[in-house]
C-alpha cells in the first residue's frame, strides 16, 4: 500500500495570503495525484487532477505541482470561502489511498 | 445534472449487516468505475471499494475485505456495498464517488453507526 504524507497537520493563514500544502507518497505515484477540498459537513470536491490539472469549475488561484513522489498544491491569495480540509490522493496504484489532511484555518 | 444519492445508513449492532445503496443519474452509468469512500467522525478519509464500469473487477481496503461486498445494477443506475460482520470502527459517513479515479463527482454521504 502507497503511503500518503501530508503537512502541515494545520495551517494557519491569513486572507490574502499564499498557502502552500505538501503531499508526499511513500513510492512513485507518477503524476496520478488528486486534490480534493472539504468543508464541515459537505462531501469533498475535486480540485486538481494529474497533479496540476484544475478540475472544472475551480477558481485559477489553486494549482498544483510535483511528480513521482512530491507534491504541492498552493493558493495564491487565500479567499474566506478557501478555509477547509484538503487531502491529496493517489490513484496510481491499488489500493487507493488519501493522505490524512491539511486543515487551513483563519490567522 | 450528475447527481449521486446515498441510502441505507442507520444505527446497526456490532455484527450484523447492513446494505447501502447509491442512485446515479445525469451521466451514463454503465461506462464507469465507482467508488465507495468513508470518513469516520472527525478523521479523514478513507477509501473502501471499487466496481469497474461492467462490474468485472472488484477492489478492497484491506480494513473491509472478507466483509463488505461492492457491487453495481447498471439496468438501475445503482451502486450498492453489502457490509457484514459491522466493527465500532466501521463507523462513519459512507460516499460514494466516481465517475473512475479521481473522483470528479461524490454523493453527499449516509452516516453508519455502529453501536450496541
Known amino acids: 500500500e502507497i503511503v500518503m504524507t501530508q503537512s502541515p497537520a494545520t495551517l494557519s493563514v491569513s486572507p490574502g495570503e499564499r498557502a502552500t500544502l505538501y503531499c508526499r507518497a511513500s513510492q512513485s505515484v507518477s503524476r496520478n495525484l488528486a486534490w480534493y477540498q472539504q468543508k464541515p459537513g459537505q462531501a469533498p470536491r475535486l480540485l486538481i487532477f494529474g497533479a496540476s490539472t484544475r478540475a472544472t469549475g475551480i477558481p485559477a488561484r489553486f494549482s498544483g505541482s510535483g511528480s513521482g513522489t512530491e507534491f504541492t498544491l498552493t493558493i495564491s491569495s487565500l479567499q474566506s470561502e478557501d478555509f477547509a480540509g484538503f487531502y491529496c490522493q493517489q490513484y496510481d496504484n491499488w489500493p487507493l489511498t488519501f493522505g490524512g489532511g491539511t486543515k487551513v484555518e483563519i490567522k | 445534472q450528475v447527481q449521486l444519492v446515498e441510502s441505507g445508513g442507520g444505527v446497526v449492532q456490532p455484527g450484523r449487516s447492513l446494505r447501502l445503496s447509491c442512485a446515479a443519474s445525469g451521466f451514463t452509468f454503465s461506462s464507469y468505475g465507482m467508488h465507495w469512500v468513508r470518513q469516520a467522525p472527525g478523521k479523514g478519509l478513507e477509501w473502501v471499494a471499487v466496481i469497474y464500469f461492467d462490474g468485472s473487477n472488484k477492489y478492497y481496503a484491506d480494513s473491509v475485505k472478507g466483509r463488505f461486498t461492492i457491487s453495481r445494477d447498471n439496468s438501475k443506475n445503482t451502486l450498492y456495498l453489502q457490509m457484514n460482520s459491522l466493527r465500532d470502527e466501521d463507523t462513519a459517513v459512507y460516499y460514494c464517488?466516481?465517475?473512475?479515479?479521481?473522483?470528479?463527482?461524490w454523493g453527499p454521504g449516509t452516516l453508519v453507526t455502529v453501536s450496541s
Open positions: 464517488a466516481g465517475r473512475d479515479q479521481p473522483f470528479d463527482y
